[in-house]
């Protein structure tokens, strides 16, 4: 009867009490006191536990998201091996996760001939504790341990439930490849040493053979090791070690197929000999010292945390340390000399140290601890970037529709396209009509001196050089390995050879931002500033952005090591010499999410000291229309300005449409100016200059170049540039006020660009796509005529549909102007397979000067 | 024969094909009601001993042939610690065997707990038909997930999940850890999902759905273990499990492509009349972090508005979400993200609102909106703050109703709002949408979605900044924070701030507040903006 009832309430059908209001509902959320009564018979940790929301997970013992490699060891049981970073964990006990996560024998197999045991996964998600964690189980095998096997596990550990579900499958495939690294490599050297020891015991079998021959020596007096052995074994129990030895090599053979990987060990490993061999003696102590840093670097200051807590532990793995030599894998010249067995291989010797992670795999354990803390740097920022990003992923392609304002993916003008079917109206390339705007007479017309156009010409050493180099900074910056070129340790460091290995891990790697920049802004460096590679933006990737401390693996971490794992044959790696990487990865365009941007602001973030530059200069509308319309500015600072010149064209390169090179560089500051000549407008947008100390009779910008460039003094406090009388930038600059700290302000102008961004995505596609098109050459006398015709059709088709005031149409414009511009350089390249000469927009405007 | 003497039967108690009103947790518990069978019989599958009766399946199922549905066993209490279950090293357990497509998500589902004397152990086993996995095998599993968990403190409730990928098996196992009385006192508890490793991309779409499917079950259970209904307890397992499985089936046959095509949106050609309803709903499912039922008489146009809706989801959600079919004539299922639901009898003078489970409304993760495309009807449940302390409210009722001398209070109609706050974001959003051309159309929803985001993460950062991270006290109030960034209107702000919490789950409450009576004062304040 009961359930009937309740049944029938259920249902919803008996909702006798009304709520009259919130007091109502009050009373309802609150018990009364007889439930709590009830409730009594069921203790309270059978009823669900009420988890307060708690966004910036307060409640973990987790503070920073981080990577544990842990081991069970056979003489100490599960523990930790090291932490990524050094010193992570906070409160967390890592000794006792180590032991729950290294409990289960995940590799559980019945049978009792040696087999290979696959990779296990495991996703645990412990609300109580607020402790979230993927772990990687893996084995490794050592011919020294018991059973021949080393388990290890690979754990990344954060606080956010929501990162562990969302990721979880990205985790899954990047610690794969991790495991990959270590077991290949552990493989190959297992195989070997699995060979020797079946000559180890062929040759103690024939000596065995040779002993059963001979009569017994009664009275022994040296007593040695290898004659405890020989008097301790029979040939049947030699026999059978051989043959357990030749079923291992059997199991362990096949899956040794991976040539590429081998290669890539083989390089490492040769770099390594190489250098050594190539001048030996002076080279041998600072190799040794090398290998040594490099683990003291990998591991030690890793280890240490987990290991500190044991004194005796401490002293046991820097012993192991010591004596450390980095083994050869793939040495065929020697023939190994076989050996009397050792008695530590049938009598086990506890008190014996096993091999590390380093000696396990070697030349393979440097690339995947470099992964894994590339790993740590990808996951361990803020949930709602590692999901905008992924949206954000997919609007790189097709790469001439993407629009970037201050490197930062706005929005992709040529995405769905072709989507539809039938009938709908696709998206298309602009017409004919649009391309051939760009060579139009109001641009080339313009032209008025002839003299400091051509000047470039005559001074190869000009400042040119300097800013098509530093443009390429921007962009290359993955590649500034090659600044070091020179330097003997990255040459043939194991660093380097992991470089070619994954050439997108590098990024955040071998790098050195401060001194690589310098190299190329003084354009002393003799390989990237002399070419002048057309870098059209169809490599982009998301990168890491000029002044990024690159602590932050991007998304180009991901795409491009999926492309190399997956496309590039063995062939590829073989031809992949430096300089042809140097050519493939200068093509690359590094962009970022605003959301990465917007989370990892630092003092060397693209848009930091926005708001002091506001502050200081009442004009800014001005100098942020400037760049929104396309004009190039010069920052000019006094002699000793460097620095301030340098903060302001960082600070304003937040609002700089555009990341194709050579269209839209930004310059820091040029340390040793020259200057500025006509053609070099066709290559910046954002300039820093400092003037020389020693005034010279030219000024940097001749008075011809002033024509067409903004300029902003920051030594007279005063900015030449056109008056700018829109709405939409005097908002974003208003607003200042209001969000007071750059943490919140940078965020709203991503937000306030993205929807200027919108209006010019509708006049592009809605505007230019149309009306252009509909110009017949014969209905106008003049082509200014009909340069004024469609500049009045513009300013109503943005004031009618897209509400834009007339004052900030230029700003449309110019953002529909990037991506046709973009899409001509395509169109170009695809028809001509080459590259056509760069245009120069020279924006011939009336200028004001005004006062800071 | 072994530890099953003999057998009482039921019968399949789910032959639910028409939904009822009922609430679902309510169905569940009613399988608990056994009625003793005369068709009894035996079976053994790959070691095991399966006992119960066998009803034609396949006539219960007349209209929905590929719901998956169970051949019951069911023991007489035979007392003593191993009446029915054993240990991993012995040879035969109870088990039931699921009758399920085997195209199932869910192959297999084990119940295991670790005993003191022997270990882990196997309590019962439901295995569906196309599983070949042995008892060795679970055993095995049993082992796998319980080791490690030892140490677990009982006194302190909560599920923890973990999720084992096992290549060389080609199994994936979900296991949710708990601790419950077991036949000897408490212990831990494991309740295994076995998957195939070819089904793991499948698992990763609906982890969230399904883990919250199968906590909100094991709390009734772990009470019903309390009480030492343990046959109770197995039936209502019984009960969860098809429920799951049929959920699971669910978004298999009806589930929405990850890329939705414009024509079969409303967004192809404008339709004027629908023009409200569309902006209705679109708030709504926004402010609702994009969670909806669609409702109706006519299946397509359900469908074409779960379509429209969709668009606004990403696309791991959309996955996540399901159209309503005429002939499954699926129920409503909670924690799915946009669903079409077909209500039963659906007549004119009756209002949907009558028909709404808003029970399990009340247990899914987010607020829901409630669209009815037959009376252009939109409503949504409370917000995020509110529903989450109602939500955890109405669980811990459902656990403990079966021992409570009242009845469950199930949420009021009246707690549906029925939208009418004020936002521009929509609006504007629509007018400029039928402006551009088709071809334009998909780009620009995914602009706009991007541009709410991008709102989102202001808000959140200036939350953060405020409160150095929720470490002190927010300093400013909502209301500046709203004019700050420009979100006076009611409509928007909240749109906004959904849309936060999906970025950074948590922030809503935290803004807002999670106590009613605190949300209250807040709220008389928010709304004088």
């Known amino acids: 009867m009961k359930r009937a009832e309740k049944k029938k309430l259920g249902g919803g059908y008996a909702f006798n009490a009304m709520f009259g209001g919130y007091a109502d509902v009050a009373a309802y959320y609150h018990p009364n006191e007889e439930d709590e009564s009830i409730e009594e018979h069921i203790a309270p940790d059978l009823l669900p536990i009420y988890e307060k929301p708690d966004p910036w997970n307060l409640r973990s013992p987790i503070e920073k998201d981080f990577v544990l490699l842990a081991e069970f060891s056979e003489l100490e049981g599960p523990r930790p091996v090291l932490t990524i970073p050094y010193g992570t964990g906070g409160q967390f006990d890592k000794n006792n996760f180590a032991v729950k996560i290294m409990s289960v024998d995940y590799h559980n197999i019945s049978n009792n001939t040696f087999t290979v045991s696959d990779d296990t996964q495991v996703m645990i998600l412990e609300n109580r504790e607020g402790v979230y964690a993927y772990v ?125 990987m081998e290669l890539k060990l083989k390089q490492a490993e040769d770099r390594f000999f190489m250098s050594r061999s190539m001048d030996f003696e002076e080279e041998h102590e600072r190799e040794e010292e090398i290998v040594q840093e490099e683990i003291n670097t990998e591991e030690k200051k890793e280890d240490v945390n987990c290991i500190k807590e044991t004194p005796r532990r401490k002293a046991s793995v820097y012993s192991l340390y010591s004596d450390y030599k980095p083994c050869r894998l793939f040495d065929e010249t020697r023939e190994y000399q076989p050996q009397i067995l050792s008695s530590a291989f049938f009598r086990k010797k506890f008190d014996k140290l096993l091999r590390n992670l380093h000696e396990l795999c070697p030349w393979g354990s440097h690339n995947a601890l470099r992964r894994l803390r590339c790993i740590q740097r990808y996951f361990s920022r803020d949930l709602a970037t590692l999901q905008i990003e992924k949206e954000e992923g997919t609007l790189i392609d097709p790469a001439a529709g993407l629009l970037t304002i201050g490197r930062c993916v706005t929005l992709n003008f040529m995405q769905h396209s072709g989507r539809l079917a039938d009938g709908g109206y696709g998206m298309s390339l602009p017409s004919n009509n649009l391309l051939r705007r760009r060579l139009s007479e109001d641009t080339l017309g313009s032209f008025n001196s002839s003299e400091s156009f051509y000047s470039i010409q005559d001074d190869r050493e000009s400042v040119h050089s300097g800013v098509s180099s530093a443009a390429e900074v921007a ?66 990737s998301f990168g890491t952005d000029v002044d990024q401390d690159l602590y932050t693996t991007r998304r180009s971490f991901y795409d491009r090591a999926i492309s190399m794992d997956s496309n590039c044959t063995s062939d590829d790696l073989i031809s992949s010499s430096p300089t042809d990487l140097e050519s493939n990865i200068s093509r690359k365009v590094a962009v970022i999410s605003a959301a990465d941007h917007i989370f990892s602001l630092n003092s060397s973030s693209i848009g930091h000291g926005i708001l002091k530059v506001f502050q200081e200069y009442r004009c800014s509308p001005e100098i942020l229309a400037t760049l929104l319309t396309g004009r190039p500015l010069v920052v000019l600072g006094g002699a000793k300005d460097e620095k301030a010149v340098t903060a302001i064209v960082t600070a304003l390169w937040l609002f700089l449409p555009g990341h194709t090179i050579p269209n839209h560089a930004v310059v820091p500051c040029l340390s040793k100016p020259k200057q500025i000549k006509m053609v070099d407008l066709a290559h910046f947008k954002l300039l820093g200059m400092c003037r020389p100390e020693r005034r010279t009779s030219s000024p940097l910008v001749p008075s011809s170049v002033r024509n067409y460039v903004s300029v902003l003094d920051i030594e007279r406090k005063m900015l030449t540039a056109p008056a700018y009388k829109g709405h939409i930038i005097k908002d974003i600059y208003k607003q200042r006020k209001i969000f007071k700290t750059e943490d919140t302000y940078i965020p709203f102008v991503h937000c306030e660009l993205l929807e200027l961004a919108t209006r010019a995505f509708i006049y592009y596609h809605c505007f230019c796509q149309k009306e252009p098109s509909s110009f017949q050459d014969n209905d106008f006398a003049h082509p200014l005529e009909r340069a004024n015709v469609y500049n009045m059709k513009s300013t109503e088709f943005c004031d009618t549909r897209l509400s834009v005031h007339p004052g900030d149409v230029p700003v449309i414009e110019y953002l529909s102007e990037i991506v046709k511009m973009q899409q001509y350089d395509e169109w170009a390249r695809c028809s001509y397979s080459d590259t056509l000469p760069t245009s120069v927009k020279l924006d011939l405007r009336e200028c004001k000067v005004f006062k800071a | 024969m072994t530890s099953t003497e003999r057998t009482v039967g039921m019968a399949d108690t789910f032959k639910d094909c028409d939904t009822k009103s009922m609430e679902d947790i309510d169905e569940e518990m009613e399988s608990l009601s056994i009625k003793p069978s005369e068709d009894e019989s035996e079976l053994i599958v790959d070691g095991f001993m399966v006992s119960g009766t066998f009803t034609d399946v396949a006539s219960n199922q007349c209209r929905t042939p590929v719901i998956p549905s169970f051949e019951e066993s069911s023991d007489t209490l035979v007392e003593g610690p191993d009446s029915r279950a054993i240990s991993p090293v012995g040879h035969s357990l109870t088990a039931t065997k699921l009758k399920v497509s085997s195209s199932n998500l869910i192959q297999a589902v084990v119940l295991s707990l670790w005993d003191n004397i022997v270990g882990p152990r196997i309590l019962h086993v439901w295995k569906g038909e196309a599983c070949n996995e042995t008892v060795e095998t679970f055993k095995y599993l049993s082992i796998y997930t319980l080791n490690g968990e030892i140490c677990r403190d009982l006194t302190c409730g909560g599920i923890d999940t973990k999720f084992y990928v096992m290549s060389r098996r080609k199994l994936c196992v979900l296991a949710l850890i708990f601790g419950a009385k077991g036949k000897c006192g408490p212990s831990v508890h494991c309740l295994s999902v076995v998957m195939s490793s070819n089904d793991l991309q499948k698992y990763v779409t609906w982890q969230r759905t399904l883990h919250a499917w199968l906590k909100r079950r094991i709390a009734v259970l772990r009470v019903l273990m309390e009480k030492d209904e343990y046959d109770k307890g197995i039936h209502f397992l019984n009960a969860s499990i098809n429920k799951t499985m049929r959920m699971l089936q669910s978004l298999q046959l009806d589930g929405l492509p990850s890329c939705i095509k414009l024509e079969d949106t409303y967004f192809y050609n404008e339709d004027s009349s629908k023009d409200f309803l569309l902006r209705k709903s679109i708030t709504s499912h926004l402010m609702t972090c994009g969670r909806s039922v669609v409702t109706g008489t006519v299946d397509s146009e359900i469908n074409k508005m779960v379509s429209t809706l969709a668009l606004f989801n990403t696309s791991a959600e959309r996955q996540c979400s ?199 004062a807040r709220n008389i304040s928010l709304y004088s903006v």
């Open chain 1, 136 to 260: 990687h189980h893996f084995t490794l095998y050592d011919i020294h341990a018991r059973g021949f096997v080393r388990p290890f596990c690979m754990a990344y550990v954060t606080a956010d439930e929501n990162k562990m579900l969302s990721a979880y499958e990205d985790m899954l495939n990047e610690f794969s490849k991790v495991s990959k690294c270590f077991s290949y490599a552990n493989k190959l050297l297992f195989l070997k040493d699995i060979k020797h020891h079946i000559k180890n015991l062929e040759h103690t079998k024939e000596c065995l053979q040779k002993l059963e021959g001979e009569p017994p020596k009664p009275n022994e007096s040296d007593s040695t090791d290898e004659n405890d052995v020989l008097s301790e074994l029979t040939i049947t129990q030699v026999e059978s070690m051989i043959a357990e030895a030749k079923h291992i090599e059997k199991v362990i053979m096949p899956l040794l197929t991976d040539k590429k």
């Open chain 2, 322 to 520: 399901r159209f309503c079919s005429h002939e499954r004539n699926w129920p409503y299922h909670h924690d799915l993200c946009v669903q079409g639901w077909l209500p039963p009898s659906y007549n004119l003078r009756q209002s949907v609102l009558d028909k709404i489970p808003l029970g399990e409304m009340q247990c899914a993760e987010y607020p829901t909106s409630i669209i009815d495309v037959k009376t252009h009807e939109v409503r949504q449940t409370l917000p995020v703050n509110e529903h989450h302390t109602r939500r955890h409210d109405f669980l811990s009722q459902e656990v403990t109703h079966p021992y409570s001398k009242h009845d469950v209070k199930y949420p009021e109609k009246n707690i549906l709002d029925n939208l009418q706050y004020p936002e521009n974001l929509v609006h504007r959003f629509m007018k400029e949408l039928f402006a551009i051309p088709v071809g334009l159309r998909l780009s620009f929803i995914q602009l706009f979605i991007r541009t709410i985001e991008r709102k989102a993460l202001v808000l959140i950062k200036s939350a953060e900044v405020d409160s150095d991270q929720g470490r002190s006290a927010p300093k400013t109030n909502p209301r500046k924070l709203r004019q700050d960034l420009g979100l006076q209107l009611e409509g928007d702000f909240r749109i906004v701030l959904a849309m936060a919490e999906k970025l950074k789950p948590g922030i809503y409450t935290y803004l807002l507040g999670d106590s009613l009576n605190h949300e209250l």
């Open chain 1, 475 to 540: 962009f290359i910056y993955a590649n500034s390995s090659h600044c070091d070129e020179h330097s003997p340790r990255n040459r043939y460091s194991i660093s380097e050879a992991d470089d070619y290995f994954v050439i997108n891990y590098k990024e955040g790697d071998v790098y050195e931002p401060p001194k690589a920049r310098e190299r190329y802004l003084t354009g002393s460096s003799a390989g990237t500033s002399s070419e002048r590679s057309f870098t059209t933006a169809t490599d982009i």
